[in-house]
């Protein structure tokens, strides 16, 4: 990742940089403001969000949600980044597995741990979600990662 790009928490004020990457790249925006500013990471470079990850937590299961890298700064580890940021903030929050769900990134999360899940499995744990209930239903291939 370029020296430039710095991870931080990320706040109510990076809400709207956040839903327009989200929307950029097509992801889901149900429940996006409320993940990013309760439990969210930015990635910032040249005063811009160029990156973010957003959790939501159930206990001792946690959904990754909003993975995203602007265009321009993929492929430069943002996004490995971005993850393990919000792997760091999951851990702090007692989560011991990390689920998502994912149709366009189903060759990616493997690289960073993940491993595919049967969808019962993960409906029992975040199946609360906004992501489970209503979004990715068919298509998405749910996936888990142990914390700890
Ligand atoms: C998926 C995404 C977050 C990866 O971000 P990134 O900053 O490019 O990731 P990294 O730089 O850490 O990793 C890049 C590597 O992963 C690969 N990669 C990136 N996106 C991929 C994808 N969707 N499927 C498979 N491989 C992918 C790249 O080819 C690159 O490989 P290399 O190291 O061999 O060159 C980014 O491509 C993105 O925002 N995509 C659109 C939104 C999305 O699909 N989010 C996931 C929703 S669940």
Redesign the pocket.
């Known amino acids: ?1 370029p020296l430039e790009v710095a991870i931080r928490r990320a706040g109510a004020e990076d809400v709207p940089a956040v839903e327009a ?2 929307a950029s ?3 889901p925006l149900n429940g996006a403001a409320e993940a990013v500013a309760r439990a969210g990471v930015v990635a910032r470079a040249d005063g811009a969000i160029v ?1 973010a ?1 957003a959790l939501e937590l159930y206990g001792e299961a946690g959904l ?8 321009d ?11 393990a940021a919000a792997e760091a903030l999951a851990r702090d929050e007692g989560v011991r597995d990390m689920y ?10 493997p ?2 741990g993940y491993t595919p899940v049967e969808r019962a499995v993960a409906n029992e744990a975040v199946g609360a979600s906004v992501e489970f209930t209503t979004i ?1 239903h068919d298509k ?1 291939v749910p996936m888990v990662r142990r914390l700890r």
């Open positions: 990742m990457l989200l790249a097509s992801l990156g990850a990754l949600r909003s993975v995203v890298v602007a265009p700064h993929r492929r430069t580890g943002v996004g490995r980044a971005v993850v998502l769900i994912t149709e366009t990134a189903i060759d990616w999360f690289r960073l990715c998405g």
